[in-house]
């Protein structure tokens, strides 16, 4: 591939997989996985990439724990505004006359 890459071309980053690269190889992450021949390696360099992927892991999770939280608490209180706008409104009733009575918030009652 060419070095220098015209403007409307995308530059694509190739991943590495960071326990060969530990180890001095330089192997492309896509398709690697199940190859890698330092996969189960427990030297000093892959406890810290394994560890840093575990801190990683558990910041994903935290996230998206978080984004969940704060969708449902939205949800609920689009709800609880809802719930007050309904009971804070008024309510109509209609009486055998065909006139319509308004019923406010203190209880005083409009015909109309």
Not at 36 to 50: F, L, N, V, W
Not at 66 to 75: G, Q
């Amino acid at each position: 591939m060419n070095e220098h890459l015209r403007k409307d071309e995308e530059a694509i980053k190739v991943k590495y997989c960071a326990k060969c690269k530990n180890h001095g190889r330089k192997e492309e992450m896509k398709g690697h996985k199940r190859e890698c021949a330092r996969r189960h390696c427990s030297c000093d360099k892959c406890q810290g990439t394994e560890k840093k992927r575990a801190k990683t892991r558990i910041q994903v999770q935290l996230r998206r724990i978080k984004l969940l939280n704060m969708e449902k608490a939205a949800k609920v209180s689009h709800e609880m505004k809802a719930r007050r706008f309904r009971w804070a409104g008024h309510v109509a009733r209609s009486n055998p006359s065909g006139s319509l009575n308004i019923t406010m918030n203190n209880n005083k009652e409009k015909e109309m």
